[in-house]
């Protein structure tokens, strides 16, 4: 059991109804608004599980987390509120399809409502703001257009493309339902392993209806209809506040020690990266 009323007070909303697919849209605009998609405990050195109700609690708490955490509480929410949830294993892909498939580096959801079947992803670093019906063609949310089709590669199985200015090329899935469970090795592995993007850098990623806000390391960057801007920060106080006000994170259980190790750990990272970005550009 997870704790409905909580979770819809987090989303700034009133418990629906009925559900039906003005419900949906607004439950997952809410959802991408207001719980970030973040990388922290894993610069943290902090394990977490991906259970349902561990997952919602982190959100109750004031924190995100990444597409098992984000899509498995969603998907325990929307149940609750009586919508027909399937999950399914999922890859985020480069520009040419994997021809394996899906590897299940990424959780997606579908909706089945009123005979016609959604893409529901509030997991999608910065993606879709609202959800997408399975079908065919383009769709454009705020200053992104994106591209759903049906995957060459994978039985039944959809590809959806992001706009060209996103974090990824595309995200493919596959048809059958799984377990929650079923990621419970891919997620070990991406939040432990010192070659996973997760470990090696920290993200913190927010949707709106204009555009997205996207912090990695010490670089903030915001893209919407204007373009694209972006500053480093250079001082832990300016880092934490943009953590707090820009992405809405609660980091009160972390204490004053672990705060000046994560933002030491961050920000030399960034030193390194500079320094490697300028060795790569000078004659």
């Not at 899935?173 to 070990?188: N, R, W």
Request: aromatic letters at 8%; glycine letters at 10%.
């Amino acid at each position: 059991m997870i704790d409905v009323d909580g979770y819809l007070a987090v989303l700034g909303m009133d418990r629906p109804t009925a559900p039906t697919v003005e419900h949906l849209r607004a439950l997952h605009r809410a959802q991408v608004e207001r719980v970030a998609y973040e990388t922290i405990d894993n610069q943290l050195g902090r394990r977490t599980g991906i259970g349902a109700a561990e997952s919602v609690a982190r959100i109750l708490r004031g924190r995100g987390g990444y597409c098992f955490h984000l899509n498995g509480a969603f998907a325990a929410l929307l149940t609750a509120l009586g919508y027909d949830v399937s999950l399914h294993k999922a890859g985020v892909q480069d520009e040419v399809e994997d021809p394996e498939g899906p590897g299940g580096d990424h959780l997606a959801l579908t909706v089945e409502l009123d005979g016609e079947r959604w893409l529901v992803d509030t997991g999608l670093a910065g993606g879709m703001y609202e959800p997408l019906p399975l079908r065919q063609g383009s769709y454009t949310q705020g200053p992104f257009t994106y591209a759903m089709a049906p995957s060459v590669v994978v039985p039944g199985g959809w590809r959806f493309t992001h706009d060209p200015r996103g974090a990824f090329t595309a995200m493919v899935f596959a048809p059958e339902p799984v377990e929650l469970s079923s990621f419970a090795a891919m997620h070990h592995r991406l939040s432990t392993s010192p070659e996973s993007g997760f470990v090696r850098v920290l993200q913190a990623q927010l949707r709106d209806a204009t555009g997205v806000d996207m912090l990695r390391g010490c670089v903030l960057r915001r893209i919407d209809a204007a373009g694209t801007s972006e500053r480093t920060l250079d001082s832990a106080d300016d880092w934490y506040d943009v953590l707090a006000e820009v992405f809405h994170l609660d980091l009160a259980d972390v204490e004053a020690p672990e705060r000046a190790a994560l933002w030491h750990r961050v920000y030399r990272a960034h030193q390194e990266w500079e320094a490697t970005a300028q060795r790569a550009t000078t004659p």
